[in-house]
């Protein structure tokens, strides 16, 4: 409160008989710092001036130039006057309901003959509009004045109970790419077009007698009585906005979860807005998304995996295949490694493949923890073929960009090949060069830790990003993973096999091994064979299959070793 720091209320009285402005500012006495307007145009420009400090006005109605009832209607169409408390003071009694429905929060009579009333009506009114302020502050978003996520989702919630058997729509909106505005234009012009899009939004709320609010950052929230086309919606924000930047096009996305289910928590109402909106995301050619049965049963599908995650984790569910890899410049091919992929034994959908988890997984920061997962049983199984099988056989696992930003990450790492029992040079770490890009130099630095800890650096899917020949000339790395994109048609392109050779040369060039990915026929091993590519792996040679069936090519690759000695 002002009071407690010492800092008198400002009020304006607005009087155009002297007599009467001397009362009353003798009623209020010395507690207040008093500005005085004898007319209407005079008072509007003192309370336009004096917005951000005026505690309170006390108005007459019959004034010179513009009478109360204009100054109420003009500070109620504006959302910065609207806030200041006014206290009409008249003598036209009849005219106190009129008042009170323009936006005046009290009424007091003429003439003064109450001045203890008088004062005790301004201080608990002004006492009231500060508390009022107070709670406004909390639970409004300090950049656009629209309700904060919690508080919307409360008043969400309290306009169910007063209007329950409404239908009712809740919808999602973003900003698309509005951190390219804020980095080349500026943050100012970025804070323009939230502030533009809350504006929209706002008044399409209050048209639909809805309410509006404001999420993290770029999002935006409205709950409105149930609107057949969304899409009008849509447009009706995007032509709002897309003149503020001059030479860039700004676009929206939208979810809606139409008629809500009322029975769930209103969060839960948004989160399926949210999961609509966020089905689009990149898709710039489609904007809206309906949240439906089959998104509802695909939400559903993916919390189930999330759930399960942990428990399968512990039970064993998730299973390790094996992918060998052939190295072929010599008499005959030879099993020199494999790689390691994940599948998923759900008890309820089957053998799942990492399409229908990871992505997922990646989404929801689990990866990492799949991932050390799969380090730890590929380090155990390693080191159990070691022991049974006297034969080391190296094995690559994926090593994810989330991975590479984790701490200590060559500690971990190199605990689990101790634990074990195998030296750090069976298990290759296979990075994906689209990892590369996001923090290049970091990348450099967390693998050059671990090949200083004596683990063999594999790069996948090379060629298919923008940094190949960056990172192969900057990053310390012993096998290039050539993607299989490059590999499918090399038995039908000339010019596809001329690439592949260009990328032999770019490894040679670095002292690089070369796997080729996806290799399906005599033709294409034959040209790879020819062309100097060190290994091959694909389903020419084998499919990725479990363990059990892996070790069936072990002890084939160890008869043809004793053969080869007898």
Sequence with gaps: MK???????????????????????????????????????????????????????????????????????????????????????????????RCLQMGAVDFIAKPYIHPEVIRARVKRTIELSEGIDLIRATENDSLTGLYNYEYFLKYSALRDQYYSDEDMDAIVININKLHSINEFHGREMGNRVILCTARCIRGIAEFYHGIAGRGSGDEFLMYIPHERRPRAILKIIEDNITEIVADTKITIRMGVYPKVDKTIKAEDRFDRARHACNSVRGNFNVRLAIYDKEMNEKEIYQDSLVNSMEKAMESGRFVVFYQPKY??????????????????????YGLLSPAA???????QGLIHKLDHYVWNEVARQVGEWMIRYDFKLPVSVNVSRVDMVAPDLDDEIYSLVEKNWITPDLLHLEITESAYTSN?????????????????????????????????????????????????????????????????????????????????????YELLKNAGCDMIQGYYFSRPCPACEFEKLIEKEISCRHAAIA
């Design 3 to 97: 009071e407690n720091l010492g800092i008198k209320r400002q009020v304006l009285i607005v009087e155009d008989e002297r007599i009467n402005m001397l009362i009353l500012g003798k009623i209020l006495g010395d507690e207040y710092e008093k500005l005085h307007a004898e007319d209407g145009e005079q008072a509007m420009k003192l309370i336009r001036e004096n917005a951000d400090t005026l505690s309170l006005v006390l108005l007459d109605l019959i004034l010179p130039r513009m009478d109360g009832y204009k100054i109420l209607d003009i500070m109620q169409s504006d959302n910065a006057l609207k806030q200041i408390p006014v206290i009409v003071c008249t003598s036209e009694i009849n005219s106190e309901a």
């Design 327 to 348: 190295a072929i410049q010599g008499d005959r091919n030879v099993l020199y490694s494999a790689e390691a992929l994940i599948r998923w034994d759900h008890p309820d």
């Design 357 to 363: 988890f990871i992505p997922l997984f990646e989404k």
């Design 440 to 524: 290049a130099d970091q990348m450099v630095e967390t693998v050059q830790e671990l090949r200083d800890r004596g683990f063999e650096i594999e790069i996948d899917d090379f060629g298919t990003g923008y940094s190949a020949l960056n990172m192969i000339s900057s990053m310390p790395i012993d096998v290039i993973k050539l993607d299989m994109s490059f590999i499918k048609r090399i038995h039908l392109s000339d010019k596809e096999m001329h690439l592949v050779k260009l990328m032999l040369d770019m490894a040679s060039f670095v002292n690089a091994r070369v796997v080729a990915e996806g290799v399906e026929n005599r033709e294409q």
